[in-house]
């Protein structure tokens, strides 16, 4: 390979595994997992690892000054549900763990004195958020806002990684994890041509397939609790690899959640 493309394709990857992964969110067990050693994971030095993180936080205080002002959500942040002393949990995967989140975008809209927790970690399934019950039970939220289900789409095989009947009972048994208000947003969509050319899927034979997610979906759309439709923010806003989203895509998430909660 050509040493200026090697070099181009390894910013890259280093580039979306410090926005996607959460080191310390995958290993909670191990003591000692600080940003300094976290930058090591990622070949980087501290202020290398800081200087990313500063600015990735920056594009999400940019994103959250748009929905601040644009016609369609200006006056939502002040009819946000949230009291001083409240928090909320997040419960997800990729796309809330994102660094670029909806969640981090919203973090900036919120009132003074409502605390966020993102317990959410790329790849997870609703099996495995399940485990995160002791956190739940520890944080005694206010507020849940859960997006589960893309991965228990994920196909390596014929079958589903997780099965429909499966999931469905996962997502209700989180429900009852807490008393906490609670809130859905729908598993995002796949561009599933985007996944199926993408070279890293394509090895490792994974694929999605939209009517997998579709299912997952409209089973949270026919729960009693709130629910977010994330689709209409996130079609046409994916990245390379059909499945992750856009910082675009993040910042609709975010107004669709919005307008929800101003509704609450």
């Keep these: 390979m050509n040493p200026d493309r090697e070099t181009a394709a390894h910013e890259a990857l280093t580039a979306k595994l410090v926005r996607f992964q959460r080191p310390e969110r995958d290993l909670p067990y191990l003591t000692g997992l600080d940003e300094d050693r976290v930058a090591g994971l990622f070949g980087l030095t501290p202020p290398a690892y800081r200087d990313r993180l500063a600015a990735l936080d920056a594009q999400t205080r940019t994103a959250a000054a748009v929905l601040r002002d644009a016609p369609g959500t200006a006056g939502l942040p002040a009819r946000l549900p949230f009291a001083p002393g409240q928090r909320i949990v997040a419960l997800g995967e990729s796309t809330t763990a994102d660094r670029l989140s909806w969640l981090e975008i919203l973090r900036h809209l919120l009132p003074d004195g409502v605390a966020v927790t993102n317990l959410a970690v790329s ?8 485990a995160q019950a002791p956190a739940l039970t520890r944080l005694r939220p206010g507020w849940v806002l859960c997006l589960l289900g893309t991965n228990d ?33 729908t598993p995002t969509p796949v561009d599933e041509k985007r996944v199926a050319s993408f ?17 997952i979906t409209a089973y949270l759309l026919e729960r009693p609790e709130p629910a977010v439709d994330t689709r209409p923010a996130v079609t046409g806003r994916h990245l390379d690899d059909g499945v992750h989203i856009t910082l675009d895509g993040q910042r609709e998430i975010t107004a669709a959640v919005l307008r929800l909660l101003a509704e609450l």
């Design 153 to 185: 789409a994920r196909r390596t095989g014929p079958a589903t990684l997780v099965s429909a009947s499966e999931t469905r009972r996962n997502l209700a048994a989180l429900r009852e994890l807490t008393d906490a208000r609670w809130v859905w947003l």
């Design 123 to 130: 790849g997870s399934t609703t099996t495995q958020a399940l």
């Design 199 to 215: 070279e890293p899927f394509r090895r490792a034979g994974l694929t999605w397939a939209g009517k997998d997610v579709d299912a």
